[in-house]
C-alpha cells in the first residue's frame, strides 16, 4: 500500500499539480522563515510516508534507544570510575555532582537519522539542545498539507501528521511536575534561550 501512495504522489507531482506545489511549497517556506541563511530547510517535494507498522517500529525503536541512554546517563552520574572512561573535564564533573532532583534527560531531544524503506532507522547523532527541528517539523508538516499536490493525494488516501509541538509542551510540563514532586500549581513560563545571532 506504502508504494502505491508513493507512485500515486509522484504522478500527482509529474503534472501542472507539482509545478504549482513546487511554487507554493518555496514561497510558504519563505513566509514561515524555514530557511537556513538562504537556503529552505527543505528541498523533496514529498514528505517520508510510512505506514502504520512503520511508525509503530520506529516509536519502539526510538523508545528503546532512549531507554539505554537513560541507563547510560544513571551509570555515569552514579560511577565515578566508569565516569573516568569519558575523561571528562572539570566543569563535566562539577555539573554531575550538582545538586539534582531525578528528572527525564531528554524532554526535548531528537533521534537524527535517515529512514531506510523496510529497514531500520540509522541514527547519526543524539540532538539534545535543539528543540527548533520540532517546530520545523510541524510547521513544514502544516505546509505539505496546504499544497494543491497533497490536498488532491487526500482524496485517495489517508494522511497523518505527528504533533510534535504538543507532544513536546506535554513532556515539558510532565517534567516540571516531577521536578516540583507535585502537580503545577498554575502554568510556568517557559523560554526557549540561544546565542544571540551574530
Not at 504549482?20 to 541563511?37: C, D, T, V, Y
Request: glycine share 8%.
Amino acid at each position: 500500500m506504502i508504494l502505491r501512495a508513493i507512485e500515486r504522489y509522484h504522478e500527482l507531482l509529474a503534472g501542472p499539480l507539482g509545478r504549482e506545489s513546487a511554487a507554493a511549497f518555496k514561497a510558504a517556506m519563505a513566509a514561515e522563515r524555514l530557511m537556513f541563511g538562504d537556503r529552505p530547510i527543505c528541498h523533496a517535494l514529498r514528505p517520508f510516508f510510512l505506514d502504520a507498522e512503520e511508525a509503530r517500529r520506529l516509536k519502539t525503536d526510538a523508545e528503546v534507544l532512549a531507554g539505554a541512554f537513560r541507563k547510560v546517563l544513571a551509570l555515569v552520574e552514579r560511577d565515578r570510575t566508569w565516569r573516568g572512561s569519558l575523561r571528562l573535564g572539570a566543569d563535566d564533573e562539577a555539573l554531575l555532582e550538582a545538586d539534582r532532583q531525578p528528572f527525564e534527560p531528554d524532554q526535548i531531544a531528537r533521534l537524527d537519522g535517515f529512514l531506510v524503506r523496510g529497514g531500520a532507522y540509522r541514527v547519526i547523532e543524539y540532538n539534545a539542545e535543539s528543540p527548533g527541528g520540532i517546530a520545523f517539523g510541524d510547521a513544514l508538516g502544516r505546509i505539505f498539507r496546504e499544497l494543491p499536490v497533497t490536498r488532491a493525494f487526500e482524496r485517495e488516501f489517508s494522511l497523518t501528521a505527528f504533533d510534535g509541538l504538543a507532544n513536546t509542551l506535554r513532556q515539558l510540563l510532565s517534567a516540571h511536575e516531577q521536578r516540583l514532586g507535585r502537580p503545577a500549581p498554575g502554568k510556568p513560563t517557559i523560554a526557549v534561550v540561544d546565542w544571540k545571532a551574530k
